[in-house]
């Protein structure tokens, strides 16, 4: 019911930038938060930047300074800009909304995963 789409990723070198993009779309009466997650080769999915509906944001150390997670209420969109990328952010990057609804019933969904490979 509820349809993620993500866009941006790609290859960079160190130091260069990207944007990823992620899209909700369905049946969504509100969204409560909206978050980007990331899992690397034999590692486990980790948090990458959280934004609260309140537009409060919440990053991992590792990203802060560097990364920049907004969002476009109206097109119930999300953005992760990526600067300053080093070889390890490279990871499979997810967006994840969560929210409710039109039947009341929450929902937590998940996109289909964006590649971002920085190269040294």
């Known amino acids: 019911q509820v349809q993620l789409v993500e866009s941006g990723g790609g290859l960079v070198q160190a130091g260069g930038s990207l944007r990823l993009s992620c899209g909700a779309s369905?049946?969504?009466?509100?969204?409560?938060?909206m978050g980007w997650y990331r899992q690397a080769p034999g590692k486990q999915r980790e948090l990458v930047a959280v934004?609260?509906?309140?537009?409060?944001?919440t990053y991992a150390d590792s990203v802060k300074g560097r990364f920049t997670i907004s969002a476009d209420n109206a097109k119930n969109t999300k953005y992760l800009q990526m600067n300053s990328l080093k070889p390890e952010d490279t990871a499979v990057y997810y967006c994840?909304?969560?929210?409710?609804?039109?039947?009341?019933?929450?929902?937590?969904?998940w996109g289909q995963g964006t590649l971002v490979t920085v190269s040294s």
């Open positions: 369905g049946s969504i009466s509100s969204i409560n938060a």
């Open positions: 934004i609260a509906s309140g537009g409060i944001t």
């Open positions: 994840n909304v969560k929210g409710r609804l039109y039947s009341s019933s929450p929902f937590d969904s």
